[in-house]
């Protein structure tokens, strides 16, 4: 079946960088691009950006402008998810999501499991 | 940046009830607006797309309708597997953006 499992739960010292990734299985890795969201604990979902595995395109919010890097393997079917210059406020747990269109309306239909980051000292 | 506010923040409700859950955007999207929900310590998972089409293997039992800036999904018959946290998102541009969310809860 589709699904998309991730890696495990990171922690990492303020100023570092972390590395999630997102095995992809049960359809077309490049037919579909992905979203990566998080979530802080007890708070909402947070879009972070986006990626087409197929051309390379990528989009990231203003607010991860600099500190985020999506990419993809797609000889394994993995994207990944690269946050840099970390601090505490990044605490959160990561999903990547895969993006569906329907009608030209993109909708993100399948998730990983997500991945808890802890940043602290 | 599109803004989603969703109304209620929170509610009370009862197995069986019909429940309505409102998101309103900053900006007409036309139909690009999507519902998931999310119960404690799991992934979203999609239910309505598109404003109104339901996502393959969600009971019917979730309806939404809605166009422009005003977004509604209902629950006909609340069961208690519906007891989670409801988001809307628009997808209409990027940033793509959610409501802050609406808590169902039991009565």
């Known amino acids: 079946q589709v699904q998309l499992v991730q890696s495990g739960a990171e922690v990492k010292k303020p100023g570092a960088s972390v590395k999630v990734s997102c095995k992809a299985s049960?359809?077309?890795?490049?037919?579909?691009?992905f979203n990566w969201v998080r979530q802080a604990t007890g708070q909402g979902l947070e879009w972070m950006g986006w990626m087409n595995p197929n051309s390379g395109n990528t989009g990231y919010a203003q607010q991860f402008q600099g500190r985020v890097t999506i990419t993809t393997n797609t000889s394994i079917s993995t994207a990944y998810m690269e946050l840099s210059s970390l601090r505490s406020e990044d605490t959160a747990v990561y999903y990547c999501a895969r993006d569906s269109m329907v009608r030209g309306v993109t909708h993100m239909d399948v998730w990983g499991q997500g991945t808890t980051v802890t940043v602290s000292s | 940046d599109i803004q989603m506010t969703q109304s209620p923040s929170s509610l009370s409700a009862s197995v069986g009830d019909r429940v309505t859950i409102t998101c309103r955007a900053s900006q007409s999207i036309s139909r690009y607006l999507n519902w998931y929900h999310q119960k404690s310590g799991k992934a979203p998972k999609l239910l309505i797309y598109?404003?109104?089409s339901l996502q393959s293997g969600v009971p019917s039992r979730f309806s939404g309708s809605g166009s422009g800036t005003d977004f509604t999904l209902t629950i006909s018959s609340l069961q208690p597997e519906d007891f989670a946290i409801y988001y809307c998102q628009q997808s209409y541009s990027t940033p793509y953006t959610f409501g802050q969310g609406t808590k169902l809860e039991i009565k």
């Open positions: 049960g359809y077309i890795f490049t037919s579909y691009d």
């Open positions: 598109a404003a109104s």
